[in-house]
């Protein structure tokens, strides 16, 4: 069996938050979009059209969201315990 190339990326550290919350927020609001349209009103035939649309919107509250949250979580409640 042929081994795939691996891709790497090279970025900053700095960017290592924005990185990690856009991706955790992209796959957040997909699956909730997902589970409320399931819920919500079944699978039907304009089912993906829906997801989208509900996806584009979700992320965008997600991400800005995420990102506050990672950041009050990182600074102020886990700066408070000592890890060993």
């Not at 550290?13 to 589970?35: N, V």
């Not at 699978?43 to 509900?54: I, P, Q, V, W």
Request: hydrophobic share 50%.
């Amino acid at each position: 069996m042929a081994k795939l190339p691996t891709i790497k990326i090279r970025t900053r550290r700095k960017y290592y938050r924005l990185m990690f919350t856009g991706l955790m927020a992209l796959m957040m609001s997909l699956i909730i979009s997902t589970a409320l349209i399931l819920v919500k009103s079944g699978y039907s035939d304009h089912f993906f059209a829906d997801l989208l649309s509900s996806w584009g919107l979700a992320f965008v509250f997600a991400w800005p969201s995420a990102y506050v949250c990672a950041y009050l979580v990182q600074e102020h409640i886990l700066s408070r315990i000592e890890f060993y």
